[in-house]
C-alpha cells in the first residue's frame, strides 16, 4: 500500500509541478513535532489466554512431530512390505518350478516303481523257491546228522557200558557170557525207570566190590533203581554207598534194601530232614547203634529207631548231620560200658 501512496502522490505532484525535495523537506518539517499516543490493553485473563493458547500450540506441535515420525515409520514399514511382497512372489515363483520339477520327479519315481516291482515280484518268486529248496534240505541234513549225533552217542555208550561191565567181571571173577541175566537188567531197569544204563552198571560194581552176588546185585539195583525217582534223594551213588553201610551195619538183607530206603524217603518227605544226611549219619553212627540195640529190636525196627531219634535231633536243634551223628556215636558207646549199664541198673533203668 506504501508503493500505491507513494506512486499517486508522485504523479498528483508531477502535474502540478511541484518541487519533490522542496515538498518532502517541508511534509517532514511539519510532521516533526506530531505525537500520537498508542495504548496497549493486556490483563491477566488475556495472559492466562495467551499461555493456555501458547500450550496448546506446543502440544499442537508435538502431535504434528509425532504425527511425522509416525508417518515416517509407515513409510518405512510400507517400503519393506512391498520388499517382502517382492521377495515374496519371487518365493512363490521359485515354489512353483520347484513344484513342477517334484512332479516331473515323481513321475520318475513312480515308473521306476513300476519297474522295481516287477523285478520284486521277480526276485521274491526266485527266492521263495531258493528257501523252499534250502529248507528241504536242512530238514533232511538235520535229521542226517541227528541221526549221526544219536548213533555217535549210542556207540559211546555202549563202549562205556562195556567197559564197565568188563570192570564187574573182573570184580565178581564171572565171565561176561555169564552176566548176561545182570546185563538184561540193567537194561530193563534203565528202560523202566529212565535211568542212565552207565550209572546203573557203575552202582553194579560198587556193590560187587561189597561182596554181593550177582543175584543180590540185580536185586539191589531194583531199590536203587526205584529211589532215584524219589524227591529226597540226590544222589544214586551217595545212596549206594549208604545202602551198603546200611544193609552191612544193621545187618539188612538185600531183599530189605527197598523197605529201609522207602523209610529214609517217607521221613525225609514229612520232617524237616534230608535223606542224605540221614545216611551221612548212617555211615558214622549206625554200626555203634545196631550193635547196642542188637538182640532187643529187629534190624529194619532198629534201623527205624535210629533214623527217628536222628530226626528228631536234626529238626530240633537243626545242626549239621556230622555233629549229630558224632554226638549220638560218643553216647552210645559210653552207654555200653559195663559201669555205665551197672549205674543205670541201680537208678532203675535197663
Known amino acids: 500500500m506504501a508503493d500505491s501512496f507513494n506512486l499517486t502522490a508522485r504523479l498528483v505532484l508531477d502535474d502540478a509541478n511541484v518541487d519533490l525535495t522542496k515538498f518532502k523537506s517541508s511534509l517532514a518539517s511539519q510532521l516533526k513535532n506530531i505525537s500520537i499516543p498508542v495504548r496497549l490493553g493486556i490483563t491477566k485473563a488475556s495472559l492466562g489466554k495467551v499461555d493456555t493458547l501458547d500450550a496448546k500450540l506446543k502440544s499442537?506441535?508435538?502431535?504434528?512431530?509425532?504425527?511425522?515420525?509416525?508417518?515416517?515409520?509407515?513409510?518405512?514399514?510400507?517400503?519393506?512390505?512391498?520388499?517382502?511382497?517382492?521377495?515374496?512372489?519371487?518365493?512363490?515363483?521359485?515354489?512353483?518350478?520347484?513344484?513342477?520339477?517334484?512332479?516331473?520327479?515323481?513321475?520318475?519315481?513312480?515308473?521306476?516303481?513300476?519297474?522295481?516291482?516287477?523285478?520284486?515280484?521277480?526276485?521274491g518268486k526266485s527266492a521263495a523257491h531258493a528257501i523252499r529248496r534250502y529248507t528241504a534240505f536242512v530238514v533232511a541234513t538235520g535229521v542226517i546228522y541227528g541221526l549221526a549225533r544219536a548213533i555217535k552217542a549210542g556207540v559211546v555208550e555202549a563202549i562205556k557200558f562195556e567197559r564197565e561191565m568188563i570192570k564187574v567181571s573182573q570184580v565178581t571173577g564171572v565171565s561176561i557170557e555169564n552176566l548176561g541175566e545182570l546185563t538184561q537188567e540193567i537194561t530193563r531197569l534203565g528202560r523202566t525207570w529212565g535211568v542212565s544204563s552207565s550209572e546203573l552198571v557203575k552202582v553194579s560194581r560198587v556193590l560187587s566190590q561189597a561182596g554181593l552176588s550177582a543175584r543180590e546185585t540185580q536185586v539191589a539195583l531194583e531199590a536203587l533203581a526205584k529211589s532215584s525217582l524219589a524227591p529226597t534223594f540226590t544222589d544214586i551213588n551217595k545212596t549206594t554207598e549208604g545202602s551198603i553201610a546200611l544193609m552191612r551195619q544193621f545187618k539188612l538183607g538185600v531183599n530189605d534194601l527197598e523197605a529201609a530206603l522207602g523209610s529214609i524217603n517217607a521221613v525225609a518227605g514229612q520232617f524237616p530232614v534230608e535223606a542224605d544226611d540221614i545216611i551221612a549219619a548212617i555211615r558214622r553212627t549206625g554200626g555203634v547203634f545196631a550193635a547196642a540195640s542188637e538182640g532187643i529190636d529187629k534190624p529194619l525196627v532198629s534201623l527205624q529207631k535210629f533214623i527217628a531219634m536222628f530226626t528228631s535231633i536234626r529238626a530240633t536243634t537243626r545242626e549239621s548231620a556230622e555233629s549229630i551223628a558224632t554226638g549220638m556215636r560218643t553216647i552210645t558207646t559210653r552207654l555200653q560200658r559195663a559201669r555205665t549199664v551197672e549205674t543205670l541198673r541201680d537208678i532203675g533203668i535197663e
Open 60 to 123: 499442537l506441535n508435538k502431535t504434528l512431530q509425532e504425527t511425522f515420525n509416525l508417518s515416517n515409520s509407515a513409510t518405512s514399514s510400507l517400503k519393506q512390505l512391498s520388499t517382502s511382497a517382492s521377495t515374496l512372489q519371487t518365493n512363490t515363483n521359485n515354489v512353483a518350478k520347484s513344484i513342477d520339477k517334484s512332479n516331473k520327479a515323481l513321475k520318475e519315481t513312480k515308473k521306476t516303481t513300476r519297474e522295481a516291482t516287477t523285478e520284486m515280484e521277480a526276485f
